[in-house]
């Protein structure tokens, strides 16, 4: 059975940092790409950051570029997201996804997740 659970979110203020963790169980992460998403209040959930399984490539939405970086660590079958210089409007629930291509653009949609975990919040504000 595939699992991920999220962890780590919280409240922060602007310019604060957060690391998210997303532990997985029920298959390995360098054979599936892996991906963030965020949904906030009265918006579509929308992706984040993806990577992929097959050369670790990371694809980030234009809003956090620069701030934000995924990394996976395939021993302790856990991938991150680490949250620099936040911003108000990245509050939302974080949700870690597996996804059904290996790479390239597609993959960081909605469209593309097989499985969900349960979200974490995370809060920006002063």
């Known amino acids: 059975q595939v699992q991920l659970v999220e962890s780590g979110g919280g409240l922060a203020q602007p310019g604060g940092s957060l690391r998210l963790s997303c532990a997985t169980a029920g298959f390995a992460l360098d054979y599936y790409a892996i991906g963030w998403f965020r949904q906030a209040p009265g918006k579509v959930r929308e992706g984040v950051s993806c990577?992929?399984?097959?050369?670790?490539?990371?694809y980030y939405e234009d809003s956090v570029k620069g701030r934000f970086t995924i990394s996976r660590d395939d021993a302790k079958s856990t991938v991150y997201l680490q949250m620099n210089n936040l911003k108000p409007e990245d509050t939302a629930v974080y949700y870690c996804?597996?996804?059904?291509?290996?790479?390239?653009?597609?993959?960081?949609?909605?469209?593309?997740?097989?499985?969900w975990g349960q979200g974490t919040q995370v809060t920006v504000s002063s």
């Open positions: 990577m992929s399984s097959r050369d670790g490539k990371a």
């Open positions: 996804a597996k996804l059904r291509y290996a790479g390239g653009q597609e993959m960081c949609t909605v469209a593309a997740a097989q499985s």
